[in-house]
């Protein structure tokens, strides 16, 4: 019965948040701590990454961009996730809410994924020789950029809000069977890519001082992900208010 309870609390709560006047006021009191910590824990990370940390005995310096890429890797499937259950809750229960989150999110999953792809290219060079493969790895998560930006697309290609709303939720919906596939491709596949070395059972294959760097900008990206989003998420709730209100001024002025 208390956790029966314990749930009915929590859903109520997360009803009233999700009331658009009560989630602008939310966000506008979670928004400047959560940067806070966001820049705190990139700086920690920065320095720890980039001056505290050894170069690695194979890689050299070039290990460094580990740490924005891989963290960027781990935010474009968050993030994507994060989308895809909010079209499918928009979906479910109608909650406009839902979609604009879904909205706010997916350019700034998108910016990761590129960022991802990006420094992975220039890890590449100078260590396949080539700036891009057709690695599984990197074909899969380069779809995963093309699915953010079809969402994106079709979220804007209708007059009608709620219809792109609809059909972005669909998309990306459809699309999680690629999640999966970027995830597992350099298990199922022989690839170029090098396999999991901290997700993994048996626990990390990096060593600490390499390791603790990484969850520093790993954290760090996700606080500023969170930061923007609702940023973003308030943004898309107030210009939601605010033509509503134009249409219901021109409605009176035609009458």
Known sequence: MAAVSTVKAL??????AAQPARFV?????????????????LGAG??????????DYQQGETVRIMYIHVPSAWMGLFVYALVATLGGVG????????????????????????????TGSLWGKPMWGAWWVWDARLTSMLLLLFLYFGQIALSRAFDE??????????????G?????????????????????????????????????????????????????WLVRTRTEVVEARLRAAANRARSEAMR
């Open 176 to 228: 999680c069977i690629n999640l999966p596939v970027v995830k597992f491709s350099v298990d199922w596949w022989n690839t170029l890519h090098q396999p999991a070395s901290v997700m993994k059972l048996g626990g990390p294959a990096i060593d600490a001082s390499m390791l603790w760097p990484l969850l520093l900008m790993a954290g760090a990206f996700k606080l500023a992900f969170f930061a923007l």
């Open 161 to 174: 809000h709620r219809r792109g709303d609809k059909a972005a939720a669909v998309l990306a919906l459809v």
């Open 11 to 16: 859903q109520e709560t997360v009803l009233r």
């Open 25 to 41: 006021t939310l966000a506008n009191m979670l928004i400047p701590w959560i940067s806070a910590a966001a820049v705190g824990l």
């Open 46 to 55: 920065l320095i720890d990454a980039l001056a505290l940390s050894p170069p």
């Open 91 to 118: 979906l479910v229960a109608g909650h406009p809410l839902a979609f604009a989150a879904a909205r706010a999110a997916a350019p700034l999953g998108a910016a990761f994924t590129a960022v991802c792809l990006v």
